[in-house]
């Protein structure tokens, strides 16, 4: 007890340092949580039978956005609404980038931090930014603005991206950094769209027909392009085909989840996600991270018990890191994330 209480101490004088009304997150022994439901023997090919699913750290108002910085060796991740990026390297947790999202002056409610974060060819930092709707690059201390606007009218507040291996951005654009979310007065698009950035700076709108887009990623060949669909009406993970000049082709449902989000015990709806190198999804939705054959076969479910909103491979790939509300996570796999 001592040590968490000095810990405890270390963290308060840093937010007080700070001037933030912001509770520091706390690192304790890794210890397990929730549980890995096997619903196909393939299973067992992606998550070692004797896996558990491990909380890091915890005490975030709602963790986001996970990424794997491969040159340095460390985590980034959002926490939304104290509109913050922390790093998490070797069991450390530590402050990295604040303000995160929202640079106002003006002081607001909601979730005004960042969400999706990503890095680009060149090894930077890029930032879905709810509060500045937005997507921004950070280049040294400053940020610096990649897209605010299609057709001269203010995005709502991008959630997540991916970039395609010729380096255009995928994007998904719900309101959910509005402070009073679809009904803010200062939302100026009618539509909740899926966009592509590309290289030369055009903004093309991909379909504006999701109710609320989400998470978004690309099939190891990248002629499939998955988005998930946070609705609680139509829970639900698109795959559209990809056209040659990278716009997109027809949709379809790759899986229904709006059965299960309604069962209590499955908190959360389609969120993030994330693709292995072999194809398979791990989507996080209704009571954790689903784990998706490309066929779109549900293998099981990694249950963490929480509303769970994103994750990420790291380490050298075979690590799955999990923001699951409060809490980081992680899940040692059989498997290797994209991109290593």
């Given at each position: 007890?001592?040590?968490?209480?000095?810990?405890?101490?270390?963290?308060?004088?840093?937010a007080?340092?700070?001037?933030?009304?912001?509770?520091?997150?706390?690192?304790?022994?890794?210890?397990?949580?929730?549980?890995?439901?096997?619903?196909d023997?393939?299973?067992?090919?992606?998550?070692?039978?004797?896996?558990?699913?491990?909380?890091?750290?915890?005490?975030?108002?709602?963790?986001?956005?996970?990424?794997?910085?491969?040159?340095?060796?460390?985590?980034?991740?959002?926490?939304?609404?104290?509109?913050?990026?922390?790093?998490?390297?070797?069991?450390?947790l530590?402050?990295?980038?604040?303000?995160?999202?929202?640079?106002?002056?003006?002081?607001?409610?909601?979730?005004?931090?960042?969400?999706?974060?990503?890095?680009?060819?060149?090894?930077?930092?890029?930032?879905?930014?709810?509060?500045?709707?937005?997507?921004?690059r950070?280049?040294?201390?400053?940020?610096v603005?990649?897209?605010?606007?299609?057709?001269?009218?203010?995005?709502?507040?991008?959630?997540?991206?991916?970039?395609?291996?010729?380096?255009?951005?995928?994007?998904?654009?719900?309101?959910?950094?509005?402070?009073?979310?679809?009904?803010?007065?200062a939302?100026?698009?009618?539509?909740?769209?899926?966009?592509?950035?590309?290289?030369?700076?055009?903004?093309?709108?991909?379909?504006?027909?999701?109710?609320?887009?989400?998470?978004?990623?690309?099939s190891?060949?990248?002629?499939?392009?998955?988005?998930?669909?946070?609705?609680?009406?139509?829970?639900?993970?698109?795959?559209?085909?990809?056209?040659?000049?990278?716009?997109?082709?027809?949709?379809?449902?790759?899986f229904?989840?709006?059965?299960?989000?309604?069962?209590?015990?499955?908190?959360?709806?389609?969120?993030?996600?994330?693709?292995?190198?072999?194809?398979?999804?791990?989507?996080?939705?209704?009571?954790?991270?689903?784990?998706?054959?490309?066929?779109?076969?549900?293998l099981?479910?990694?249950?963490?018990?929480?509303?769970?909103?994103?994750c990420?491979?790291?380490?050298?790939?075979?690590?799955?890191?999990?923001?699951?509300?409060m809490?980081?996570?992680?899940?040692k796999?059989?498997?290797?994330?994209?991109?290593?």
């Amino acid at each position: 007890m001592k040590t968490k209480r000095v810990r405890t101490m270390i963290w308060q004088a840093a937010a007080m340092a700070i001037g933030a009304a912001w509770a520091a997150p706390a690192v304790w022994a890794v210890e397990p949580i929730g549980s890995i439901e096997r619903l196909d023997p393939a299973l067992d090919e992606l998550i070692p039978p004797d896996a558990k699913i491990e909380k890091l750290a915890e005490g975030f108002k709602w963790s986001e956005g996970p990424v794997w910085n491969q040159r340095e060796g460390y985590l980034l991740f959002s926490d939304i609404p104290n509109n913050v990026v922390n790093k998490y390297q070797d069991g450390k947790l530590t402050m990295f980038l604040r303000p995160a999202g929202y640079t106002g002056k003006v002081e607001r409610g909601g979730e005004p931090g960042s969400n999706g974060l990503l890095y680009d060819s060149d090894g930077n930092l890029v930032l879905c930014q709810h509060g500045d709707r937005r997507i921004a690059r950070l280049k040294g201390k400053k940020f610096v603005t990649l897209v605010d606007k299609y057709k001269g009218k203010r995005l709502n507040s991008p959630n997540d991206g991916v970039f395609k291996s010729n380096g255009d951005l995928y994007f998904t654009d719900p309101p959910y950094g509005l402070v009073d979310n679809f009904d803010d007065p200062a939302r100026e698009l009618d539509f909740c769209g899926v966009y592509r950035l590309s290289t030369n700076g055009k903004l093309t709108l991909l379909t504006d027909k999701m109710t609320r887009p989400n998470g978004i990623g690309f099939s190891p060949d990248e002629k499939t392009l998955y988005v998930a669909q946070s609705d609680p009406q139509e829970a639900i993970w698109m795959a559209y085909d990809v056209k040659a000049d990278g716009t997109l082709g027809k949709g379809r449902v790759f899986f229904d989840a709006t059965e299960l989000s309604k069962d209590e015990k499955n908190k959360g709806l389609p969120d993030g996600l994330k693709v292995d190198r072999q194809g398979n999804l791990f989507a996080t939705g209704p009571g954790g991270v689903f784990i998706f054959s490309p066929q779109g076969k549900h293998l099981g479910t990694l249950r963490t018990g929480q509303a769970t909103a994103n994750c990420a491979f790291g380490d050298d790939g075979t690590t799955l890191y999990i923001t699951a509300d409060m809490y980081l996570c992680r899940v040692k796999t059989s498997t290797r994330g994209l991109g290593f």
